[in-house]
């Protein structure tokens, strides 16, 4: 099965300042892959996905870089606010498929 | 447009009963998913319903189990409740197979 590994576990930014997270997956077959962003009390929620036919894809601050090749895809964080604190979690899944396998999730701390 | 809800928030219940989390998905969405949050781990798979089937699960014991109603509502049953069953219980939906699954708040189970 899918395996995904995402590092750090814990990120710690200046307000402003960009904040990466990198995951990795094994099976070469996933070709979907979401980033959710996890507030304390509150659900995951979806916050932007790239497919494999594309090497990245921008929403505002937020971007996401893929890697087929390497296997592993990249969440970036560009002038990090006090409101993007929160836990992110990487996912890895092949489209069309019902599972989602996620990971370990980072916990993101801008400090104002 | 309503999202994903889940009840009760909280859930408290001793060793050896039974408990029952329920999810209402987006309007519209057939396919329902449970995941389990434990303290510090990552979202591990449970299960998948999709028009009123079970179509997976993931590797938790036959205590796990669960429907979908023909309103796509769904719930989880958990019975003979063990310690380490405490955790966050989250309900996902998604339209049809379509990986872009969206989260409810969770129900917070506490088994004593």
């Known amino acids: 099965g899918e395996n995904v590994e995402q590092h750090p576990s814990t990120l710690s930014v200046q307000e402003g300042d960009s904040a990466v997270i990198k995951c990795t997956y094994s099976?070469?077959?996933?070709?979907?892959f979401p980033w959710y962003k996890q507030e304390l009390g509150k659900g995951p929620q979806l916050i932007i996905d790239i497919r494999s036919n594309v090497g990245e894809k921008k929403d505002q601050r937020i971007a996401v870089t893929l890697n087929k090749t390497a296997k592993h895809f990249s969440l970036h964080i560009t002038e990090t606010q006090p409101e993007d604190s929160a836990v992110y979690f990487c996912?890895?899944?092949?489209?069309?498929?019902?599972?989602?396998?996620f990971g370990a999730g980072t916990t993101v701390t801008v400090r104002a | 447009e309503a999202g994903v809800t889940q009840s009760p928030t909280h859930l408290i219940k001793t060793r050896g009963q039974q408990a029952t989390l329920r999810c209402s998905p987006i309007s519209g969405h057939t396919s329902v998913y449970w995941y389990q949050q434990a303290l510090g781990l990552g979202l591990q798979f449970l299960l998948w319903?999709?028009?009123?089937?079970?179509?997976n699960r993931g590797n938790f014991p036959p205590r796990f189990s669960g429907r979908q109603f023909p309103n796509y509502s769904s719930e989880l049953n958990v019975n003979a409740l063990e310690l380490e069953d405490s955790a966050l219980y989250l309900c996902?939906?998604?339209?049809?197979?379509?990986?872009?699954?969206?989260f409810g708040p969770g129900t917070r189970l506490t088994v004593l």
């Open positions: 996902a939906s998604s339209w049809d197979r379509l990986n872009e699954q969206f």
């Open positions: 319903y999709d028009e009123g089937e079970e179509r």
């Open positions: 099976d070469s077959a996933s070709n979907y």
């Open positions: 996912a890895a899944s092949e489209w069309n498929d019902y599972k989602l396998s």
